[in-house]
């Protein structure tokens, strides 16, 4: 580990290499899992404060069951997670006409509706934060339905970090991933040689 301001920064996102690849995997990480997505309590409060306008990119399903159960729930845990149908999908998706679960969280922001993009946890995915100590730790989830995002970032030469520039920074903030990408490319370096 690495640790970039108050962060400890596993060298896997330097020599990982991922691209998400919904054409391969569907958005597989919407539908598979233990539980729902996990979200902070700021960040569940920012999704339901923003719920009418999200509520237009959300199946009928999912609205049935976020009315009867709630949006949200605490996991095993004792953390938020999103609430799942009964076939396993976030309440928060929807599958598009090329049948790819698409998150209407996501889909509301980007029409310019909501304020909030999606729960932090699935903006920085592969990439999962937890607090340890005063810092907060970064490291690369691996998954078996990531193969194609795996194989795709490999191909095209894009280390993690590379892929998640922008919630990176949306995150942390720009000179921090100014500073990440000067410790990623001198970590690399000394493989070079």
């Known amino acids: 580990m690495i640790i970039i301001g108050n962060t400890l920064v596993s060298e896997d996102l330097f020599d990982q290499e991922f691209i998400c690849n919904l054409s391969a995997c569907k958005g597989s990480c919407c539908i598979e899992g233990d539980s729902g997505a996990p979200v902070k309590l700021e960040e569940k409060e920012a999704i339901e404060k923003e719920m009418q306008k999200i509520v237009p990119y959300l199946s009928e399903a999912s609205l049935q069951d976020i009315e009867k159960r709630s949006g949200f729930e605490i996991d095993e845990d004792g953390e938020w ?19 790819i679960l698409c998150c209407g969280i996501e889909k509301s922001f980007l ?10 946890s699935c903006y ?10 005063d810092y907060e730790a970064l490291n690369y989830h691996r998954w078996d339905i990531c193969k194609a995002a795996c194989a795709l970032g490999k191909q095209e030469k894009v280390a993690v970090y590379q892929f998640l520039k922008e ?26 040689k």
Do not use: H, M
């Not at 997670?81 to 049948?99: A, K, M, Q, S, Y």
């Not at 919630?167 to 500073?179: C, K, N, Q, S, V």
């Open 81 to 99: 997670v999103t609430t799942c149908l009964p076939t396993g999908e976030c309440n928060f998706v929807r599958r598009d006409e090329n049948g």
């Open 111 to 120: 029409a310019g509706e909501s304020k909030i993009r999606k729960p932090s």
């Open 124 to 133: 920085l995915y592969p990439i999962r934060v937890i607090k340890v100590g």
């Open 167 to 192: 919630p990176l920074i949306d995150r942390f903030g720009a000179a921090w991933y100014a500073e990440l990408t000067e410790v990623a490319q001198a970590f690399l370096d000394q493989f070079k």
